[in-house]
């Protein structure tokens, strides 16, 4: 794995020596203490105040120490969206073990690699989850155990709360491995530290306009970093109301936005996508929505016209980056996408940015190259993956493999990923470009672009289209030859029922190709 330097603080009757910490689990303290009384958290039938929440915590930390997990150990998690979820988190944090959020959808090998790769002794699981867990090669060896089987203990009242000497743990420690999505490689664990986290916390803070009055749903993955650390920590720091619920079934969210008046929503392209197709989008009282957020891939420029002018009240952000840094790095902000279409904003508050050719060298604003970052939120590195680590951070700036141009004023456009780009005949083409083009078509409800091998073109450009009404590839193919080059014409076009997607909306190009 990367070498990661660890400060310790020795105690000194009873307490660190340095008064100055700030971890992940100290978030939800400090609001409990401002606020005690104000509901923190629903989801079904439970609901928590901040004060309740807070004693959930050092009640499951207690818990996970009595257990016999010690200062370092990883802690594997495997469930679906759920309060005690989230309290698992940040009972890990509290007790300075390492918690490893794995997607829910893994089954088998690929499911075992993370237990293999983490470390991780103790799996807890959905209870509907768990068999599939002790499936694994490393099954037998793995304490396997229930989110179900927390909740007593996490609503046991009246606990003693907790003491400052009872869990030494520093803004140094290891809180988190997080491992990225695997859209085009194998999952690689990125490792966060308190550290990196809290400053991550404070940009989001800054720039995606929170309030403790905001009254938010939580609807994708948990164990992705984009809900976790963009939207639920963040506003569990700042104060507010966070309704978690399963998954973004469209129906369910128009009841739910209109029902408790939801303010901020966030959510991937692909549910916003679902959202504006859906026969109630029009028809259902959106008012209370002023916050949309959408990130984690990019967001079509039809689909994003199309809603800003069906939800005038509503400020759009643009939230881009990627799980090392956190993983928020740039936003573009409501007041800004009028004069940027297209953009995805400038570095938040503890990111800095280059923009580089192949060769390592700067490019001129308006030139394509690769965005690389520095900043107190990057990962220190990929666990058990050196080789990976020394690739990414080399010539001491993190090197994200997403092509963008950047313009004097320092905003963003996103090309596409390094490994999305089609080199069809030599001359490279940014699949989103085609995608954009192709989405103009009222017909088309969903469209992927990827390169496929051919023996004349290297690769040659395929779309994938879900339709929402009549057309065929002939229609598709001329629409895209109106408006864009020759040589950026599909070359073939296919239709199916759905696109492959991981759990956080992301679309699995991967799986086309092959």
Not at 416 to 438: F, P, Y
Not at 454 to 464: L, N, R
Request: glycine share 8%; aromatic share 8%.
């Amino acid at each position: 794995m990367a070498r990661v330097t660890r400060v310790r603080y020795v105690l000194i009757m009873g307490q660190t020596t340095s008064p100055r910490q700030s971890t992940v689990a100290d978030v939800v303290r400090r609001t409990a203490q401002r606020t005690p009384d104000a509901t923190a958290v629903a989801f079904g039938d439970r609901t928590w105040t901040y004060r309740q929440w807070d004693g959930a915590v050092t009640a499951l930390a207690r818990h996970f120490v009595g257990l016999g997990l010690e200062h370092g150990d990883r802690v594997a998690a495997f469930g679906a969206n759920s309060d005690l979820y989230v309290l698992t988190y940040l009972a890990c944090a509290r007790a300075g073990l390492v918690h490893v959020p794995i997607n829910f959808q893994m089954r088998g090998d690929e499911l075992d690699y993370f237990f293999t790769d983490s470390g991780a002794t103790v799996v807890f699981a959905d209870a509907a989850l768990a068999e599939h867990v002790t499936a694994t090669a490393s099954g037998p060896t793995l304490s396997v155990r229930t989110f179900e089987d927390l909740v007593p203990v996490a609503a046991a009242d009246g606990g003693e709360p907790q003491r400052d000497d009872e869990f030494t743990v520093v803004d140094t420690d290891v809180a988190q491995l997080l491992y990225t999505s695997g859209t085009t490689s194998s999952p690689k664990g990125a490792i966060m530290t308190h550290r990196a986290l809290i400053h991550h916390y404070l940009s989001c803070l800054d720039v995606l306009d929170f309030e403790a009055s905001d009254r938010m749903v939580h609807a994708l993955p948990l164990y992705h970093s984009a809900q976790m650390h963009v939207f639920m920590l963040p506003s569990l720091m700042k104060g507010g109301y966070n309704l978690i619920v399963p998954g973004p079934v469209p129906a369910q969210l128009f009841e739910i936005f209109e029902k408790e008046r939801i303010t901020a929503f966030f959510a991937a392209p692909t549910v916003w996508v679902a959202l504006a197709n859906h026969d109630e989008f029009g028809a259902r009282d959106l008012s209370s929505l002023t916050k949309g957020y959408y990130g984690a891939s990019i967001m079509p420029g039809p689909v994003l016209a199309r809603l800003r002018e069906a939800l005038p009240g509503m400020g759009f952000y643009n939230a881009f980056g990627q799980s090392e840094m956190g993983p928020l790095a740039t936003v573009l902000r409501p007041e800004e996408h009028d004069a940027h279409p297209g953009s995805a904003g400038r570095p938040v508050l503890f990111v800095e940015t280059r923009v580089v050719d192949s060769s390592g060298k700067d490019v001129a604003p308006g030139e394509q190259g690769e965005i690389l970052y520095r900043s107190p939120q990057l990962c220190e590195g990929y666990w058990n993956k050196p080789e990976a680590t020394e690739e990414a951070f080399r010539g001491g700036w993190f090197h994200s493999g997403d092509l963008v141009v950047q313009d004097e004023e320092g905003f963003i456009e996103v090309v596409d990923r390094v490994k999305d780009v089609i080199n069809t005949g030599g001359v490279l083409v940014a699949s989103r470009q085609v995608e954009d083009a192709i989405f103009e078509l009222d017909a088309v409800a969903e469209v992927a672009v990827v390169g496929t091998p051919d023996e004349k073109w290297i690769e040659a450009i395929t779309a994938y289209v879900v339709k929402k009404g009549e057309i065929d590839g002939d229609a598709v193919i001329a629409h895209v030859r109106e408006r864009l080059a020759p040589f950026k014409v599909p070359k073939a076009v296919h239709f199916i029922d759905e696109l492959p997607k991981n759990t956080s909306g992301k679309i699995l190009k991967r799986q086309l190709r092959s």
